[in-house]
C-alpha cells in the first residue's frame, strides 16, 4: 500500500504536464512579461534589474528601482501605465509626483529579478 501512495502524487504530476511547473505565474499581466523580455535583451543592469509589487493608495503597484546614478525610479499601476518616478534622479527624490510612495507602500513582493550576474556578462568592446 505504502508504494502505491508514493506513486500517486508523482503520476499526478506527470499527468498535469510542464503547465503545472510554468515558470510565468499565471495571474501575470502581459505586459510585465513584456517588460521582463525587454530587460532580458538589454545587458545586466548594476545593479542587476528587478520588478517589485506593493500596495500603495489601496492599489496594486509595480516598482522598478533604477540601476545606476542619477536614474529615475519608475512606478507602474496594474495596467502598465507609468505613475510617477518615486525617487532616483539628479535630486534622488523622483519627478516630484509621488513623495509618499515610500512612506505608504506596503505588502512588498518581488515579481522579478534578473538571474543573470554581471560577472557572466559579456564584455563590451572599449575601442
Not at 21 to 36: F, H, K, N, V
Not at 44 to 64: K, M
Request: glycine letters at 6%; proline letters at 13%; charged letters at 20%.
Amino acid at each position: 500500500m505504502k508504494p502505491a501512495l508514493t506513486v500517486l502524487p508523482l503520476l499526478a504530476a506527470i499527468l498535469a504536464g510542464p503547465t503545472a511547473c510554468s515558470a510565468t505565474p499565471p495571474d501575470r499581466a502581459p505586459w510585465i512579461d513584456a517588460l521582463i523580455a525587454r530587460y532580458e535583451a538589454e545587458p545586466v543592469a548594476n545593479p542587476p534589474q528587478r520588478i517589485l509589487s506593493y500596495r500603495y493608495r489601496g492599489n496594486t503597484v509595480y516598482y522598478v528601482p533604477p540601476t545606476c546614478c542619477d536614474q529615475p525610479s519608475t512606478l507602474y499601476d496594474e495596467h502598465g501605465a507609468v505613475i510617477c518616478a518615486p525617487d532616483g534622479g539628479f535630486s534622488g527624490r523622483g519627478d516630484g509626483q509621488c513623495p509618499d510612495f515610500a512612506a505608504r507602500r506596503s505588502e512588498e513582493h518581488v515579481v522579478w529579478s534578473d538571474p543573470r550576474s554581471r560577472e557572466a556578462a559579456p564584455a563590451r568592446d572599449s575601442r
